[in-house]
Structure formats: structure tokens, C-alpha cells
């Protein structure tokens, strides 16, 4: 499956910002959304991952209560949804899937994930 992640931009403190991942097959539906972030200078760092029913779901505790993961089947598209984003969200968001046996898989591991998008910046100024 390609991956294609867009929507990033530049954005104030405290504001909101959505991001989405496109994906290329009707086969989206079998498999395990993340989002993954790297801040220049810093290791890839996981943020959320979704199940491929949309049930099961985890967030890194940093953006835990701010940020909000989403999938829409039909549209073979996932989402993040940033709210209240700090100067320390700055980083390249990359999506990321694996397929998944069951709806109850989601990983937090990157080392399961074996697609992945290009990045889209997301820029927080203080």
C-alpha cells in the first residue's frame, strides 16, 4: 500500500490542525494506521496508531488529551486531529501501516509498520 501523508503547515501556539494520510488500496480497511513524528535532531518517535476497525487506539503520553486519531474506511484515508499544539510538536508527521489480523491489533512499534509515507512538516511557533 502507498502512503501518502498531507495537510501539515505552520500554526500558533494553542491552535489546531488536521492531518491526513491517503492511502492507495480498497484493501485499507485490513490494515493498522500510525502516525510517527521527527523533530530535527531527534529519533522517530511514535504518537498514535489506530486498529483497523477504529476501535482500538493508542497515543503516545505526550499528546495524549490533544491529539485525536481517526480512520475513514470508505475514503482509505486516516487522520490526525492536533489540538492545542506546542512549539514541541514541531516535527515531520509520517504515517505509517501494517497489516492487521484482527480488529483488536494496534502496535506502538515502528519496527511492525512496513509502509510508509513521505511526511508532511508541522510547525508550532511560540
Known amino acids: 500500500v502507498q502512503l501518502q501523508a498531507f495537510g501539515g503547515g505552520l500554526v500558533q501556539t494553542g491552535g489546531s490542525l488536521r492531518i491526513s494520510c491517503a492511502a492507495s488500496?480498497?484493501?485499507?480497511?485490513?490494515?493498522?494506521m500510525g502516525w510517527f513524528r521527527q523533530a530535527p535532531g531527534k529519533e522517530r518517535e511514535f504518537v498514535a496508531s489506530i486498529g483497523r476497525s477504529g476501535i482500538v487506539t493508542y497515543y503516545a503520553d505526550s499528546v495524549k488529551g490533544r491529539f485525536t486519531i481517526s480512520r475513514d474506511n470508505a475514503k482509505s484515508t486516516a487522520y490526525l486531529q492536533m489540538n492545542s499544539l506546542k512549539p514541541e510538536d514541531t516535527a515531520v508527521y509520517y504515517c505509517?501501516?501494517?497489516?492487521?489480523?484482527?480488529?483488536?491489533?494496534?502496535?506502538?512499534?515502528?519496527?511492525?509498520?512496513?509502509?510508509w509515507g513521505q511526511g508532511t512538516l508541522v510547525t508550532v511557533s511560540s
Open positions: 505509517a501501516a501494517f497489516y492487521g489480523r484482527s480488529p483488536q491489533i494496534s502496535s506502538q512499534d515502528m519496527n511492525n509498520y512496513d509502509h
Open positions: 488500496r480498497r484493501t485499507f480497511n485490513t490494515y493498522v
